[in-house]
């Protein structure tokens, strides 16, 4: 089975979109992938609980989710890193 990317004008906001998520997902979708993509986010996910100590929660997870998605465009986890630090002026994009 591949990935097919699909797109959504609004994606929806916790709680609801735990109640979405219930109701469409009867079984894990792509277990194989699983494993590998927790280890790949790991030390992102890391990264963004410290960053969030000294700067905000909504900071750290924007920082964390720019970071991420280079990677999944294909950038390298360092290139990734360095981008997203590069756009930040004293904390702040």
């Known amino acids: 089975m591949s990935y097919q990317p699909q797109y959504t004008n609004q994606f ?3 709680p609801k979109s735990e109640i ?5 997902i009867k079984q894990p979708l792509y277990p194989h992938l699983k494993s590998h ?7 992102f996910v ?10 905000s929660y909504g900071h750290a997870l ?7 998605y280079l990677i999944g465009k ?10 997203v630090e590069s756009w ?3 904390e702040k994009f």
């Open 12 to 14: 929806p906001q916790y």
């Open 20 to 24: 979405w998520a219930e109701q469409q």
């Open 37 to 43: 993509v927790l280890n790949i986010i790991d030390p």
């Open 46 to 55: 890391k990264y963004g609980l410290e960053e969030a100590k000294h700067t």
């Open 62 to 68: 924007q920082e964390i989710a720019a970071m991420t």
């Open 74 to 83: 294909g950038m390298d986890t360092k290139t990734a890193y360095l981008t």
């Open 88 to 90: 930040e002026i004293n």
